[in-house]
């Protein structure tokens, strides 16, 4: 079995050049962004082959035989198109019915409304290499390929639909009559005992409810260890068992980069605030000494004469510059933080690190409201 530390050998390196190695925003996001737990745990449970036989019999109440399964998850690098990779998928030939069917399965934290067309990118990409493999020729004869079945496992806080249509979510103007085009992706969101996508939800949900309670990594695989054994999430329960020291390195790196995104971030933000005091401060002072100037030097004549008048200026002209900038500066400051998360936040949108839900989730905003800001930026 694949260990998880070997997927992960290249954070090591960061990791041991400490928080210095990191030098940019995208660097420090992809950084934290790649030690999902979530996602680790899901691909290293659906390496045992006996995992995706219990998942089929949990999604289809058929038995099959191991011997009867091939994995066909596209890995990053390995299609036509070396960016399209997805969670899981299978090929599983069925004896009783003589039938095969290809299983693609995505496991997702936050919600995206283009999962139907992903899942039409997957399973075009694995339809042309059954084609290839089983040297059918498109212009002559007739191909006949596996039957395709589409899951999404969703672990997180939105309430979603139990199926998603690609005719609901990718055309402007949806109809009660079949399209040429027509099929759905099966959700599921629910945590149960007593099916794998149900227990494999309910883990992530202890991990998410956990992650704040302990920062020892070793304690922490042991929570979460304890509540599935609670819950009666057998599966998981030995997952862990057979997998201890693996999860507990990964949890280890995940709270280390946790700590390094968020001083990155911090430090991001004081530099942002210090440059942009540095470049006020000049105006703000000679504002300050221009609107002060002509009151001071009026007063001090009234009183007495032109050389009051001057020493007053001289002397009044430090405290108020001084005066002024502590008065701007928490304003600057705050300011600048803002500009510099905001850019933070559409960098990484732009760059697909992030999904437009969650930039907008990051900055208050609702998906309209993002999509508007980001055309008066462009």
Known sequence: MKKISEKHHTHDTIKNSGSSGIKSDHEAYQLYRNMNIYDTVFKLFFQNVENIRKFYVSLTHQEVRVENIEKVTLEEGTSFDSQLKNDLGFLVKNDQAQDEFVILTEAQSTWNDNMPY??????????REYVKSHNFDKYHGRIYLPRARFYLIYT??????????????????VRTDNDDLSFGVTVFSTECADTVQGQYIGFC???????????????????????????????????????????????????????????????REKV????????????????AVEKATPQIAKDAVEKAT?????????????????????KATPQIAKDATE???????????????????????????????FEEMLSEIA
Request: aromatic fraction near 8%; charged fraction near 30%; glycine fraction near 2%.
């Open 156 to 173: 997180g806080k939105q309430t979603i639909p139990d199926k998603l249509r690609f005719s609901e979510t990718h055309y402007r103007n």
């Open 306 to 326: 032109p050389q009051i008048a001057k020493d007053a200026v001289e002397k009044a002209t430090p405290q108020i510059v001084k005066d002024a900038v502590e």
């Open 118 to 127: 992903r899942f039409l990118e997957y399973v075009t990409t694995i339809f």
């Open 339 to 369: 500009k510099a998360n905001l850019k933070m936040i559409v960098d990484l949108y732009k760059d697909h690190l992030i999904s437009v839900e969650v930039a907008a989730s990051k900055l208050n905003m609702n998906v309209p409201a």
């Open 272 to 287: 942002a605030a210090k440059n942009a005091i540095e470049k006020a401060t000049p105006q703000i002072a000679k504002d």
């Open 205 to 267: 949900k202890i991990v998410s409810a956990l992650r704040t309670t302990t920062r020892d990594h070793v304690e922490f695989v042991s929570m979460v260890l304890k509540e599935c054994c609670n819950k009666g999430y057998k599966l998981f329960q030995k997952f862990i068992e057979d997998n201890k020291a693996e999860m507990e390195e990964q949890m280890e790196q995940v709270f280390y980069n946790e700590r390094v995104f968020s001083d990155y971030i911090q430090t």
